[in-house]
């Protein structure tokens, strides 16, 4: 048995019956890695030598029946935009290259609380702008099921990871659909939580209003649990809330909406043949299922490109060659911030906070960020309205399969379309999770999306794990273990 | 809504030293994407939305008391400075 296959829970059964130690589990996990890193480069820092320890504290209190937690012992893998203390956070970016975190982010901070073990930093575009793990400053990560192909991003590094089992879990952060792109291309599931049930405290910030941190899990159930364990309200981060569940229908009494502006132009037959399939499965079990519209969805991209960039402009200002991160020298502290911020971040980096500061400048905030925030609230309304009618909404996760290493680098609007599907859970604060369904013709995995309202997110797991059992997709990257 | 915009003040604005390529490769790209948002001009709205932050739990947020708890230690907020000096930051001087 290899028990890097298995689920959390299955896992931990193991271990409390004493038929699997921690330890060996770290082992596995990094021999995975080992097999698998020169080619998929998932990791920009592995923690092994570290953690040895820690894992042999598992294997006691096993062996004592003193273990508390699912979640003791299960190596879990951090994209490297969250801060674990004393060891390095460097978004992917050349700006922090030499940046040591002196404090845990809060979800690091509960999951130590649980005993997990971290099995290192993974790769991401830089400070999380991307779609394909192509904008990082130390390397590509390639796809585990094909390395012609990217494994989206940007958690990408996290994605890949998982999928060649370097680690049973890992965390991402989605802020237009970078946990459930990914976890998408990558035949994984990605849960993004309702915006503020998990706090962003230690996260380095992209877009403060549509980041999220969440999971992405080979089972739904593996998410579940992560979830259970970093969520809660925090008073680090304002934005948090008290995670108050509402409870909603998983079963048969629920009624499902089809998006149909999702079902259009620009997706796939493919992807659109994901989400009939499970659509012809859920009415079998008697599920209602519906076409609805939501006509704003078609401006999701219009409105996310003014308004992330614009935060990002804002929150990307604090690297400036004074406080931490790089500094390249100028006469003047000006001179210096200048250059230091031109040789610190990448193009895709620039290109945002330049659309972002152009978005804020005198003259323009009325009729380009002004005008998003409307066009957002607008969204939230209508959501809202959608949500009196159903209980969970589907769409394909992405338009279309993964793909290929360098063929949307050169025209990045055509790179910020791939994220059509997931950018307004972001944009509406909404719960939102990508659920494997099946394998393109070109053996690269497909996902499907659903999406319930704020709060619903315990409802959505319970929901997703009876179309995650009924679709029975247990297709995995061939070559890596 | 206008597309025309001057990259050398933006770039100035943002403190980031563009090179000429850049200028004009950063323009080419930033053209086309404003050409795409600009589809949100022709939107009739219903909401007079003015506010910066958007919450959709807006209504659960709660502010919440002053409390003194454990923070970085001033050693420690300095630590990844790239030039500091008796516990203070250094940087060059504001004016020629």
Redesign the interface.
Request: aromatic share 14%; net charge positive.
């Given at each position: 048995m290899d028990a890097s296959q298995l689920s959390i829970r299955e896992i931990n059964s193991l271990f409390t019956k004493k038929e699997l130690k921690p330890s060996e589990l770290y082992s596995k996990v990094f021999e995975n890695a080992a097999n698998s890193e020169a080619a998929l480069h998932a990791h920009l820092t592995l923690f092994e030598e570290e953690n040895i320890k820690k894992a042999a504290e598992s294997d006691k209190r096993f062996s004592k029946d003193e273990s508390a937690s699912l979640l003791d012992g299960i190596p879990i893998a951090i994209k490297d935009n969250i801060n674990i203390k004393n060891y390095k956070t460097t978004c992917s970016s050349k700006m922090l290259s030499?940046?040591?975190s002196?404090?845990d982010a809060t979800v690091i901070k509960k999951l130590k609380e649980h005993n997990a073990l971290f099995t290192g930093k993974t790769n991401l575009d830089e400070f999380a702008m991307g779609s394909s793990t192509e904008n990082s400053a130390f390397g590509l990560t390639k796809n585990p099921w094909n390395t012609d192909y990217v494994p989206g991003g940007s958690s990408g590094g996290s994605a890949a990871s998982v999928g060649a089992r370097s680690s049973i879990a890992a965390l991402g952060s989605d802020t237009g659909g970078s946990i459930r792109q990914p976890a998408s291309f990558c035949g994984l599931v990605g849960f993004k939580p309702?915006?503020?049930t998990v706090s962003r405290f230690g996260l380095v910030a992209f877009a403060?209003?549509l980041d999220q941190i969440g999971p992405i899990t080979k089972t739904v159930d593996d998410s579940r649990i992560i979830f259970s364990s970093i969520s809660g309200k925090d008073?680090r981060d304002?934005?948090s809330?008290?995670n108050?569940q509402l409870d909603i229908p998983s079963d048969n009494a629920a009624t499902i909406g089809v998006i149909k502006e999702l079902m259009e132009d620009g997706i796939s037959d493919e992807a659109k043949n994901e989400v009939n399939k499970v659509v012809e499965i859920l009415k079998s079990k008697g599920y209602k299922v519906k076409e609805i519209s939501i006509p704003i969805i078609k401006?999701s991209?219009?409105?996310y490109?003014?308004i992330a960039p614009a935060e990002c402009?804002a929150n990307l200002?604090r690297f400036?060659?004074?406080?931490?991160?790089?500094?390249i020298?100028?006469?003047?502290?000006?001179?210096?911030?200048?250059?230091t911020?031109?040789e610190g971040?990448g193009?895709e980096v620039?290109?945002r906070?330049?659309?972002g500061?152009?978005a804020l400048?005198a003259g323009?905030y009325d009729?380009?960020y002004?005008?998003?925030?409307?066009?957002?609230?607008?969204m939230?309304?209508e959501f809202a309205e959608t949500f009196k009618d159903f209980d969970y909404l589907i769409s394909p996760t992405t338009p279309t399969q993964a793909f290929k290493s360098g063929e949307k680098t050169s025209n990045?609007?055509e790179m910020?379309m791939s994220d059509l599907c997931t950018i307004p859970a972001n944009l509406?604060?909404?719960p939102a999770i990508s659920i494997p369904t099946g394998l393109s013709k070109d053996e690269l995995p497909l996902g499907v999306q659903v999406m319930s309202k704020?709060?619903s997110d315990n409802s959505l797991l319970d929901f997703s794990e009876i179309i995650e059992n009924e679709v029975q997709f247990d297709g995995q990257p061939k070559g890596w273990l | 809504m206008s597309d025309e915009f001057n990259i050398k003040n933006i770039a100035k604005l943002a403190s980031i030293n563009l090179s000429e390529e850049e200028q004009d490769s950063l323009s080419n790209d930033l053209s086309i994407i404003l050409e795409h948002v600009n589809a949100l001009s022709d939107l009739k709205l219903n909401s007079q939305q003015q506010e910066i932050f958007i919450h959709p739990l807006a209504k659960e947020l709660e502010l919440q008391d002053d409390q003194v708890v454990e923070s970085l230690t001033h050693h420690e907020a300095i630590s990844n400075a790239p030039e500091s000096k008796d516990g203070k930051f250094v940087v060059p001087p504001s004016m020629e």
């Open positions: 030499n940046y040591t002196p404090y309702t915006y503020g403060s209003s008073s304002a934005t809330v008290i108050n401006l991209i219009s409105i490109y003014l402009s200002a400036d060659g004074v406080r931490y991160g790089l500094r020298d100028g006469n003047t502290s000006y001179e210096m911030m200048e250059n911020r031109a971040f193009a620039k290109r906070i330049l659309l500061t152009y400048s323009y009729e380009y002004g005008k998003a925030l409307q066009a957002r609230k607008e939230i309304d990045p609007l910020y509406a604060g909404l704020p709060l | -």
